[in-house]
């Protein structure tokens, strides 16, 4: 028998067994989802739900708004004037950069018979998120408010080079009030009666409206932000994900994001400060729908009337509207032309006009549909710096990991096909004892686990837009509730995995003498340069399994990140 084959013989003796191969990709696998498990829970964040389930009941059904008019004073109401339009065009400069946007303002006012000047109220009216325009924005609501004798004033949303995640509420308010006092000096406005009309997001913004402006004379708020950003968000998405019907386990993901520290990246708009006393210091009239799934309105509500008595204002109207939604229309808002709930246009021009007129409202002050909440405001988010660089390392690693793995692929199936071309037979990786075929397993098996995550949670945003927009919530919830547990069972088969190639690993290395100490004597030279390869015999098959190992473990750590092996 020669050297070689006495080699042979002895390597094939040291081959592991079934049952030793499983005692030791066992303990490996324990390890591996402990990693995991412990990841899960270290980054998990506590989020109180509680109280949930909470009302107010209104002290009559009826939303009419009345006042006490014994002194007979001539009240404007729908359509008591005709209405004209013109557009101006301002320029509005953002405060902390200098930037300058030319505003498109839509100026609608009351036809005033010829020779007749008369010194009317005025509304400028504030966009809530997105990108609205002059023209496409509040048309119905300001020409009813037109109609009733308000100058009504719509202007392009001020956003500058801003987006949805940076906006520049501060600058914002400037511009709004550039607006107001652009009204103030026209003759047929009297300057001590123009109010605010603030809608959602704005509501974040008209307190430093009035903050800066002592002169604003009243406020109608829509669905109004009572807590800050990072608060009033967390929760809506909280609430939103429970009533699409997505599993439990996507609130991990609501948890983590809204603990993010921002400001590490330049943007302090999650923490906008909103305890402002002085905002609801005026005349203010607060508008919810019963199908808004935005905004927390008993605590809000609250909120808003404690800022008000401590301001020294008991004049707080509060108007909740069935089967409304976020901006208090009837139906789907992805539909053009949903109309306004009920009375809701009556009623906002007759407490308007009542208001401006200085007249005391015999109305009650908080009236229609029972309020409701169905959980708690996060009132506890805070940024965590800790977590978010841990968690930005996570995610960032995994994606340029993958790439890089994507390109190599890419780079690998190049030269495959260029030697298929040239008849050259010889292989790309040389993958030796059926590493090849388990490493594509585990990676197609990951890769496709990853995206059933992205399907999932994608099916989940795009169910709480629909419910924002006033849709109701399908009854049957699919992938937004099975895709989670099943990412998790396949997870943790992909962790198996991941242990018995390591074993097989260590079982290799073991009878080519890597294992042993000292090592066998040039075993680590022969492994390196493909003579007696552990899994492959290409340098290049070599730095690819290595590779695919880190961008598939990355997904695990991105997983666990998540929350995905909190079980």
């Known amino acids: 028998m020669s050297a070689d084959e006495s080699v042979s013989v002895s390597r094939h003796r040291d081959a592991w067994s079934l049952g030793h191969r499983l005692l030791v990709t066992i303990p490996i696998f324990i390890i591996l989802l402990g990693v995991l498990v412990t990841v899960s829970n270290l980054t998990s964040v506590p989020w109180k739900r509680e109280p949930t389930e909470q009302s107010i009941a209104t002290l009559s059904p009826d939303t009419a708004v009345t006042f006490d008019n014994s002194q007979g004073l001539p009240l404007a109401h729908k359509g008591s004037f005709e209405v004209e339009s013109h557009t101006v065009v301002l320029d509005i400069v953002r405060p902390a950069t200098g930037e300058v946007q030319h505003v498109n303002v839509l100026i609608r006012q009351p036809s005033d018979p010829a020779g007749v000047e008369t010194k009317h109220p005025a509304v400028v009216f504030m966009h809530g998120a997105g990108y609205g325009t002059a023209e496409n924005s509040f048309g119905d609501v300001a020409q009813d408010l037109s109609s009733a004798g308000f100058v009504t004033a719509v202007l392009d949303k001020p956003v500058w080079s801003t987006s949805d995640v940076n906006r520049d509420y501060l600058g914002s308010a400037k511009a709004y009030d550039q607006v107001v006092e652009y009204l103030r000096d026209q003759k047929n406005v009297d300057p001590d009666k123009v109010g605010l009309y603030a ?30 950003p990072r608060q009033s968000l967390g929760f809506f998405v909280a609430q939103d994900f429970s009533l699409v019907g997505a599993n439990n386990g996507y609130q991990s993901i609501v948890r983590r994001l809204f603990h ?5 990246f330049g943007n302090d708009t999650l923490d906008f400060p909103m305890d402002l006393p002085q905002a609801y210091s005026v005349p203010t009239m607060v508008v919810y729908g019963s199908k808004d799934v935005l905004t927390a309105q008993v605590e809000g509500l609250e909120h808003i009337l404690d800022s008000a008595h401590r301001s020294g204002n008991q004049n707080v109207t509060v108007r909740s509207y069935s089967v409304a939604n976020h901006v208090l229309r009837l139906g789907d808002e992805a539909e053009t032309g949903t109309p306004f709930a009920d009375d809701y246009i009556n009623d906002v021009v007759s407490w308007s006009v009542g208001t401006v007129s200085g007249l005391k409202q015999t109305s009650e002050p908080i009236a229609g549909t029972t309020i409701r909440q169905s959980i708690a405001v996060p009132v506890e988010l805070e940024a965590d710096r800790r977590l978010t660089v841990y968690g930005t390392i996570v995610n960032a690693s995994m994606m340029v990991l993958l790439v890089v793995t994507l390109l190599v692929a890419l780079v690998a199936c190049g030269i495959k096909i260029f ?10 990786f040389g993958f030796v004892r059926g590493f090849g075929g388990e490493l594509s397993a585990i990676a197609v098996t990951t890769s496709a686990t990853l995206v059933l995550f992205a399907a999932g949670l994608g099916q989940v945003i795009m169910a709480v837009v629909k419910l924002g927009w006033g849709s109701a919530p399908t009854e049957d919830p699919g992938m937004m509730y099975w895709s989670w547990p099943v990412i998790q069972v396949v997870s943790i088969l992909v962790v198996w995995a991941w242990a018995h190639i390591l074993a097989r690993c260590i079982e290799v290395a073991q009878t080519h003498g890597l294992a042993q100490i000292p090592p066998r004597k040039d075993a680590i030279h022969d492994a390196l340069h493909g003579r007696e390869p552990v899994f492959a015999s290409k340098r290049f098959g070599r730095l690819f399994f290595w590779l695919v190992a880190a961008a598939m473990f990355s997904v695990l750590l991105f997983f666990a990140f998540w929350g995905l092996f909190i079980f």
């Not at 993010?260 to 590490?264: G, K, L, S, W």
């Open 260 to 264: 993010a520290d921002t400001t590490m």
């Open 419 to 428: 030697r298929v071309v040239r008849h050259d037979r010889a292989k790309v």
């Open 199 to 228: 809608t959602s997001e704005s509501t974040w913004i008209s307190p430093y409206v009035i903050k800066y402006d002592k002169r604003i004379a009243f406020q109608l708020l829509l669905s109004p932000m009572a807590y800050e």
